[in-house]
């Protein structure tokens, strides 16, 4: 079965960076899309980012566009979120996760998840 580990969270100031990855297990990585969704207190979870197998193309929510910058390494089975200019507002639970899709929206939603990383931005 698909394995998602997320790691990199942690708590940050407001304007600080952090980046998280997300190493998969289970199959081959680089054929399948990959995203990462958020999931803030008292919210539903969110759509962040998602980059198609082979980093040929990117999808952004529009308040995180400019600020953050999703990858993949293929020869690594890790994606990552660089997040810079963070703000309280990205405080959530982080999210890795997959489809049997090549690109982004899969038609199936997103079938496999990671078990989160938490990320908190103070003032």
């Known amino acids: 079965q698909v394995l998602l580990v997320e790691s990199g969270g942690g708590l940050v100031q407001a304007g600080g960076s952090l980046r998280l990855s997300c190493t998969a297990s289970?199959?081959?990585?680089?054929?399948?899309?990959m995203g990462w969704f958020r999931q803030a207190p008292g919210k539903e979870r969110a759509f962040v980012a998602a980059i198609n197998w082979n980093g040929g193309r990117t999808y952004y929510l529009d308040s995180v566009k400019g600020r953050f910058t999703i990858s993949r390494d293929n020869a690594k089975n890790t994606v990552y979120l660089q997040m810079n200019s963070l703000r309280p507002e990205d405080t959530a639970v982080y999210y890795c996760?997959?489809?049997?899709?090549?690109?982004?929206?899969?038609?199936?939603?997103?079938?496999?998840w990671g078990k989160g990383t938490l990320v908190t931005v103070s003032l």
């Open positions: 996760a997959t489809a049997d899709s090549r690109d982004y929206p899969p038609p199936g939603g997103m079938k496999n």
């Open positions: 289970g199959r081959t990585f680089s054929n399948y899309v």
